[in-house]
């Protein structure tokens, strides 16, 4: 039986936007929030991989969760171990984490996945979907990061700044001009023109840069930008190309020989969004011809799991060719990776891990229906919350009904998406005898995925 607290703050109703969900979090009810029945916060257990933000640790650890923390990724077999013996109801990962159907499937008690990220790739979402874990994300709060990493690297792929500092570590002095440029005039081809690419678009102007961008759907233009019609377009017409688009089976290689060939001789390639989606050996051919003058890279295919001196061909086979080319930065899935971005990071998804743990609001859940219900006050007691995840299919509204419908529903609310529907209700005048009878008859119900009930 899934039971929690209380929260210790109380939220308006479901907004009409997840903009209008920004505000929300900070607002509170006049309403004080309704006293914790005895439940041990302490019986929820926390596992976070990947050096988590502090900030995102202490929002948990203030609930009274226990909160199991590891500074890196653990391969698969060590994850389904740790796993199996922590017996945990909350996972915090970031990117190198992969979350499989294996891994999800020998967490008993997992209710809900925190990836303190933008992606979601490395958790299979379908399958958490259809046992009734919730997948959280953090689709914006590194943004501004990621779109000053990829100007910072336009400057120093045009000034070939790499290559003059590298030379001067070795004591070469090499003060040259030819092939180095001013961006100013320059322009800049932007691929997923979406929370970074917009700011990205907005930076690059301010340097007195043309912006064009490809997008899969209209979207309206930041400024003087100009969305193109077909990414052949944005290719020929561009001296800076940069990716920021979700790995998906259609960006897979969405760069290689033949784009390539489209794009101007001596342009610039820049890769922050996901490994797959160049082709690196590709990369490699055409910096050598000299069809490209430089390139950046921050993702790979395959990353390691930590830090250490792991970017070898033993990790990915074209490692020590691409590291022998000149003007191509290279760095280790740094976009994201400053303080501002990490410390938000690290609010924005314990926030959404918290919300969710204790009153089941799925509000900014991928692969969730997105659903809330007002908290519950200290005018509201012996109330009860009953969550009921359950596969969408028809009759399962009539016979959950049918359970609650001897009781006192204040409020009720339900929500689809694809095959899994989300049903979220508050009941008035329980006990303890009643909420256990309420429990045991959802959970007898053939359309059951995953039942919680709160108080």
């Known amino acids: 039986m899934s039971l929690s607290k209380s929260p210790s703050a109380t939220f308006p109703r479901s907004p009409a936007s997840k903009d209008a969900s920004r505000w929300q979090r900070g607002n509170t009810a006049a309403s004080a929030a309704k006293p914790l029945k005895p439940f041990a916060t302490e019986d929820i257990k926390i596992l976070l991989l990947e050096n988590v933000n502090q900030t995102g640790r202490d929002i948990l650890a203030a609930q009274g969760y226990q909160v199991d923390f590891l500074k890196t990724s653990l391969p698969e077999d060590e994850l389904v171990k740790r796993i199996r013996a922590s017996d945990v109801h909350v996972i915090g990962i970031r990117s190198k984490t992969q979350l499989t159907a294996r891994v999800l499937r020998e967490a008993k008690n997992l209710i809900v996945i925190g990836c303190f990220c933008i992606g979601t790739n490395q958790v299979d979402t379908q399958y958490a979907a259809k046992h009734g874990i919730a997948v ?107 990716c920021h688009v979700p790995e998906l089976s259609e960006t897979h290689n969405m760069i290689g020989r033949h784009q390539f060939e489209q794009m101007k001789h001596g342009s610039y390639l820049i890769n922050a969004s996901r490994g797959s989606v160049i082709d690196i050996p590709a990369v490699i051919d055409v910096m050598r011809s000299g069809k490209l003058a430089g390139a950046a890279l921050d993702v790979y295919p395959a990353e390691p799991g930590g830090n250490g001196d792991y970017f070898t061909s033993d990790l990915n086979l074209w490692a020590e060719d691409l590291r022998s080319l000149k003007n191509i930065i290279l760095t280790p899935h740094i976009g994201g990776s400053t303080e501002e971005a990490q410390s938000a990071i690290g609010i ?108």
């Open 136 to 242: 959280f994300n953090s689709p914006f709060s590194n943004s501004r990061s990621v779109a000053e990493l990829v100007i910072a690297e336009v400057i120093a792929l045009a000034r070939q700044l790499g290559d003059r500092s590298n030379e001067l570590h070795k004591g070469t002095w090499n003060k040259v001009s030819n092939g180095c440029w001013e961006i100013r005039g320059k322009t800049l081809g932007i691929i997923g023109y979406g929370h970074i690419g917009s700011q990205l678009s907005v930076l690059a102007e301010a340097m007195g840069m043309t912006v064009i961008f490809y997008d899969v759907v209209n979207l309206m233009a930041l400024g003087t930008a100009k969305q193109v019609p077909t990414l052949e377009t944005l290719l020929g017409a561009a001296d800076f190309v940069t």
């Open 348 to 455: 924005e998804v314990s926030e959404a891990l918290v919300r969710y743990v204790n009153e089941g609001c799925t509000l900014g859940a991928v692969n969730m229906p997105e659903v809330n219900l007002r908290s519950l006050t200290m005018e509201e007691e012996n109330h009860v919350r009953v969550i009921y995840i359950h596969h969408n299919v028809p009759g399962v509204l009539r016979k959950v009904n049918e359970i609650l419908g001897d009781h006192n529903v204040d409020k009720q609310t339900t929500d689809s998406r694809g095959d899994v529907a989300y049903l979220m209700a508050d009941i008035s005048d329980v006990n303890a005898s009643v909420i256990k009878d309420l429990y045991q008859s959802l959970e007898g119900l053939s359309s059951r995925i995953m039942t919680r009930v709160l108080y």
